[in-house]
């Protein structure tokens, strides 16, 4: 079957706009994450959804990071007035159940995202 | 906090040796779970293996097995006949809990590069 898909596979972007991210998690998956995988930091979880709902947003860095989630499925992240900071690999993972021991997150491919 | 570490940045092994792959992990809830991940140069994160807390027996999934020693906090990965696809990035990771309620969230070591040689 079909496993995680994001877009677009890479961004380029001026400092100062605004990006979006998309993720498309696994048919099923009612639990979504986004992570961000840069070199200073490593991989860093930003936020989790449990279908719409984003029970925990700490891992956003600033107020400039928001997402949503619709129909319990397609994951949007958003950037605003990037900064170049923000260049890293934004991935986005999905799994069946958070509470549930042994159910592994699916990981996408990432978007490359390089602010100039 | 959950707090992971891999204190290998990179790892050598020879085509067909086995080689282990640390981690120690820090957390005070007693209930977490452990996985480990491989990264490849293409960027796709594969899942490898699982451990529970509370599971009495180490994990073990075709040449992978996890060296989990509860009492010391490590879960060490081994890899068993390594194989040249082997090298890549792997990633040591601990399920968050928060209180009750398990968001699933990972948190994840620094990472080892493992490189293959023939």
């Known amino acids: 079957g079909a496993g995680v898909s994001q877009s677009p596979s890479n961004k380029v972007t001026e400092k100062g706009k605004d990006v979006e991210l998309r993720c498309d998690p696994i048919?099923?998956?009612?639990?979504l994450y986004w992570y961000r995988q840069s070199l200073g930091q490593g991989l860093e979880f930003l936020i989790y959804f449990q279908g719409n709902s984003a029970p925990d947003k700490s891992g956003l860095p600033s107020d400039r990071f928001s997402a949503e989630r619709t129909g319990g499925s397609v994951s949007t992240l958003t950037i605003q007035r990037t900064q170049q900071e923000d260049s890293a690999v934004y991935l986005c993972?999905?799994?069946?159940?958070?509470?549930?021991?042994?159910?592994?997150?699916?990981f996408g491919p990432g978007t490359r995202l390089t602010v100039t | 906090a959950q707090k992971i570490t891999q204190t290998q940045p990179g790892m050598f092994v020879q085509e067909k040796e086995a080689v282990t792959l640390d981690c120690t992990y820090d957390t005070s809830d007693p209930s977490y779970g452990l996985f480990w991940y491989k990264q490849p140069s293409s960027g796709e994160m594969i899942f490898l293996i699982y451990?529970?807390?509370?599971?009495?027996q180490n994990a073990t999934e075709g040449r992978y097995s996890l060296n989990f020693q509860k009492a010391r906090k490590s879960a060490n990965l081994v890899i068993s006949a390594s194989q040249l696809g082997d090298s890549a990035m792997y990633f040591c990771a601990m399920r968050y809990n928060a209180g009750g309620t398990s968001y699933g969230k990972l948190t994840f070591g620094q990472g080892t590069i493992l490189t293959v040689h023939p």
């Open positions: 451990q529970g807390s509370y599971d009495q």
């Open positions: 993972a999905s799994s069946l159940s958070p509470g549930q021991d042994a159910y592994e997150q699916y």
């Open positions: 048919s099923g998956h009612t639990a």
